[in-house]
T-cell receptor, first 111, second 114 residues
Framework: GDSVTQMEGPVTLSEEAFLTINCTYTATGYPSLFWYVQYPGEGLQLLLKATKADDKGSNKGFEATYRKETTSFHLEKGSVQVSDSAVYFCAPMYNNNDMRFGAGTRLTVKP | DTAVSQTPKYLVTQMGNDKSIKCEQNLGHDTMYWYKQDSKKFLKIMFSYNNKELIINETVPNRFSPKSPDKAHLNLHINSLELGDSAVYFC?????????????FGNGTRLTVT
C-alpha cells in the first residue's frame, strides 16, 4: 500500500544551524504533499504544501520541493530558531482526501 | 473563532466504560476525519466522512463508532474502553475537491483509560 518514510529523530541543533528532514513517499498515483508541525500540547498546523512535480512550498523560512523522480519532499530551513522546536510530519494525500502521516521527527533547537 | 473544535480536551475514565468525543467544524468543509496519535506521536487515520457518508474506515476495533449527524459534526463513540485506547484523538476537516486541500486539525482530546 501507499506509505511515507520520514527521517527518524530526535534531531537536536544549535540556533542558526541548517535543518534538513528527509521524507520519501511511495505511491502508485500522484499525491499532493504536505508538511505539518505540532508544537507541544497543540494540534497539527499546516506548514507548507506542494501539489505537483517541481512545486516548491515555503512558509516561515521552511521550504520543500516536490521531487517526482526521487519521490521525495525534504524539509529544509537555512537558520533554525529555538521557537522552531516541535514535531514535524510529512504527509502525502492520496485519492479520496486520504492523508497519511510519517512517523514524525522531533526537532529541538538549543540556544 | 475556532475552526475545528473538540470536546472534551481531557478525558479520564476506567476500563469498560463507554465514552464519546465530539467534534464540530465551522469552515463549511465537506470531509471530516478522526486520527489517533499514540505516545510516540505516530498518527493513524481511523475514519473519514464526506457529506455524512463514511469513505475511509481503517482497521479499528468495532468498539469505535463514528457518527455524523450533519456535515459539520463528526462524533466518536467508544464502547468498553481498554487500556490500549489511551491516546490523543484528533478531529480534522478538509474541503472536498481533493488535490491541495489541506486538513485543518482540532487541538486534540487526550484520553486516559485507567
Amino acid at each position: 500500500g501507499d506509505s511515507v518514510t520520514q527521517m527518524e529523530g530526535p534531531v537536536t541543533l544549535s540556533e542558526e544551524a541548517f535543518l534538513t528532514i528527509n521524507c520519501t513517499y511511495t505511491a502508485t498515483g500522484y499525491p499532493s504533499l504536505f508538511w505539518y508541525v505540532q508544537y507541544p500540547g497543540e494540534g497539527l498546523q499546516l506548514l507548507l504544501k506542494a501539489t505537483k512535480a517541481d512545486d516548491k512550498g515555503s512558509n516561515k523560512g521552511f521550504e520543500a520541493t516536490y521531487r517526482k523522480e526521487t519521490t521525495s519532499f525534504h524539509l529544509e530551513k537555512g537558520s533554525v530558531q529555538v521557537s522552531d522546536s516541535a514535531v514535524y510530519f510529512c504527509a502525502p494525500m492520496y485519492n479520496n482526501n486520504d492523508m497519511r502521516f510519517g512517523a514524525g521527527t522531533r526537532l529541538t533547537v538549543k540556544p | 473563532d475556532t475552526a475545528v473544535s473538540q470536546t472534551p480536551k481531557y478525558l479520564v475514565t476506567q476500563m469498560g466504560n463507554d465514552k464519546s468525543i465530539k467534534c464540530e467544524q465551522n469552515l463549511g468543509h465537506d470531509t471530516m476525519y478522526w486520527y489517533k496519535q499514540d505516545s510516540k506521536k505516530f498518527l493513524k487515520i481511523m475514519f473519514s466522512y464526506n457529506n455524512k457518508e463514511l469513505i475511509i474506515n481503517e482497521t479499528v476495533p468495532n468498539r469505535f463508532s463514528p457518527k455524523s449527524p450533519d456535515k459539520a459534526h463528526l462524533n466518536l463513540h467508544i464502547n468498553s474502553l481498554e487500556l490500549g485506547d489511551s491516546a490523543v484523538y484528533f478531529c480534522a476537516s478538509s474541503q472536498d475537491g481533493g488535490r491541495g486541500s489541506p486538513l485543518h486539525f482540532g487541538n486534540g482530546t487526550r484520553l486516559t483509560v485507567t
